[in-house]
Nanobody
């Protein structure tokens, strides 16, 4: 069983930065694919970024060049550095995990709120 706990959300002005962290506990962390999703009010949850076994990563087009996902396999954490934040980035951000090879994310955190003011 994997448990995920996000932290680092908050209120920031447009153009500012935040760093989200997700602490993972339970199963063998390095082999899992870790990801960030977000859900804005009235919208469906959407993919933001993922990092795979071997540290390959990919991003939604809307955040490329502004967000960076990374993982620390010693501390069992995954982070999302968010720069040049814009009001459209306002959402609840969720950490998610899945075993290598799975097509769906089995484990989810409770989310952390990010609010970007104009």
């Amino acid at each position: 069983q994997v448990q995920l706990q996000e932290s680092g959300g908050g209120l920031v002005q447009a153009g500012g930065s935040l760093r989200l962290s997700c602490a993972a506990s339970g199963e063998t962390f390095p082999s899992y694919t870790m990801a960030w999703f977000r859900q804005a009010p009235g919208k469906e949850r959407e993919f933001v970024a993922a990092i795979y076994f071997g540290a390959h990563s990919n991003y939604a087009d809307s955040v490329k060049g502004r967000f960076t996902i990374s993982r620390d396999t010693v501390r069992n954490t995954v982070s999302l550095q968010m720069n040049n934040l814009q009001p459209v980035d306002t959402a609840v951000y969720y950490c998610a995990a899945k075993p290598r090879g799975n097509s769906v994310y089995n484990y989810w955190g409770l989310g952390t709120q990010v609010t970007v003011s104009s």
